[in-house]
């Protein structure tokens, strides 16, 4: 990571990145620095949460999640972790290892449930009894769980990893296809309303190279493999496009991102307040659904009974998340 010759912009001690978007290079202190500074501007730019609410992290393993956790706790925030066992081979073995290991040694407490132990099936087999790509019943899972803890535990808010990279691809998805009613909720905050809880992602305004960073220089061991059933994954080859762009015009992603945010969003604001409509709740779990049973509770149905099926027989579909 170092950058050999190159001088940090705040204290001119040796830089450890450079970070061209900034047009400026970094050490370890002031990275951090700026990392803590971006993540409070989002949150009371977006009105994200105050100091008083309860906050549930939904963390994966990964960078970003745990990278988000640590901030908010070092911030002072109340914050919890939610982990959700995918049952996607040695990736969510691992995953698992490193979310338990990282509340462990700071003492956090980690709520957890595993799909294959509490609701007998796993993404690889929901994937092939739904007849679905694997992102798709990952996220409706993840959404799912999610939604339910932060409700049951009395959380005011669920928090996630996802960063600037994350939000630009979706966003440059979601205009290629036009598609309004994701443009109209793809937002740093989304209220609670209809049963669900408040949803903030306060890590928009910093790309995955700045949270790794914040990892490396913390100390934070991560799950560095990516999900083994995400090749293909359309979001990838976004992010691949936006970075190709970035490499040869530095603050272009953050311009797209943030414009939108700016400039777009508060125009798509009344389609996206639109009430989902007539919600009640599900006959079998009490969450908010349209229909008689959640779509959570009837892939439950049709995955559980389904005969395992190994990750390695879902490798290489392409998913959505
Ligand atoms: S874990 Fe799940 Fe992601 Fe893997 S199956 Fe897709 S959605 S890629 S964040
Ligand atoms: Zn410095
Ligand atoms: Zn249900």
Redesign the pocket.
């Known amino acids: 990571m170092a950058v050999s010759g190159s001088k ?6 040796p ?1 450890v990145i450079d970070l061209p978007r900034h047009n400026a290079n ?2 370890a ?2 990275l951090l620095q700026l990392c803590r500074r971006q993540v409070t501007k989002a949150i009371e730019d977006y009105s994200m949460f105050s100091p008083d609410d309860r906050i549930l992290v939904a963390v994966s393993g990964g960078k970003d999640s745990l990278a988000v956790w640590d901030m908010l706790v070092e911030a002072g925030y109340e914050a919890d972790g939610f982990y959700v066992g995918l049952g996607i081979g040695d990736y969510s073995d691992e995953s698992g290892r490193f979310v338990h290991a990282f509340a462990e040694e700071r003492g956090l407490t980690l709520l957890s449930t595993d799909l294959r132990s509490d609701f007998g099936y796993d993404i690889p087999t929901a994937a092939r009894a739904s007849k679905r790509v694997p992102c798709s019943v990952c996220g409706l899972s993840k959404r799912h769980l999610f939604d339910k803890a932060a409700i049951d535990g009395g959380y005011d808010v669920v928090v996630t990893g996802h960063n600037l990279d994350d939000e630009a691809a979706v966003l440059l998805g979601n205009v290629l296809h036009w598609d309004v009613d994701y443009l109209a909720r793809q937002l740093p905050v989304l209220e609670a309303r209809d049963g669900f809880p408040r949803k903030a992602k306060p890590l928009v305004r910093l790309t995955e190279r700045e949270t790794a960073a914040w990892c490396v220089i913390r100390g934070i061991d991560y799950l560095v493999e990516e999900c083994p059933i995400a090749a293909g994954n359309r979001h990838l080859h976004h992010k691949d496009v936006l970075n190709a762009i970035e490499k040869e015009s530095p603050s272009t992603k953050s311009a797209f991102y943030n414009n939108f945010i700016e400039n777009m969003a508060p125009l798509l604001a009344e389609h996206g307040s639109v009430s989902s409509g007539d919600l009640q709740h599900c006959t079998r779990c009490g969450a908010p659904t349209s229909g008689e049973v959640c779509a959570f509770c009837r892939l439950v149905a049709t995955a559980s009974p389904h005969e395992p099926v190994p990750v390695e027989l879902v490798l290489g579909r392409r998913g959505r998340r």
């Open positions: 940090c912009r705040s204290c001119k001690e830089a970094f050490c202190e002031h």
